[in-house]
């Protein structure tokens, strides 16, 4: 059995709770705190919240490569 790894503490949120709220449209810290409450708390994970965010963006080189549409 895999054990979780906890993206906040505070709130016993784990990565992939957040990247699952990421997924479900959250775009910012804010965000992420209104729909799991994950970094309402003594703010530490906000750094790790922000890198899950950047992680799930896609790279300007992969946008390039999108086929334009007429
Ligand atoms: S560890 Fe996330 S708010 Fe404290």
Do not use: M
């Given at each position: 059995m895999a054990v979780p790894v906890y993206a906040c503490i505070c709130a016993a949120v784990t990565t992939s709770q957040?990247?699952?709220?990421?997924?479900?449209?959250?775009?910012?810290?804010?965000?992420?705190g209104e729909r799991c409450f994950a970094g309402t708390g003594c703010g530490n994970c906000v750094?790790?919240?922000?890198?899950?965010?950047e992680q799930?963006?896609?790279?300007?080189?992969?946008?390039?490569?999108?086929?334009?549409?007429?």
């Open positions: 957040v990247e699952a709220t990421i997924l479900a449209g959250a775009r910012t810290v804010s965000d992420i750094d790790r919240l922000e890198e899950l965010i799930s963006e896609p790279s300007s080189e992969s946008v390039e490569k999108l086929p334009q549409s007429a």
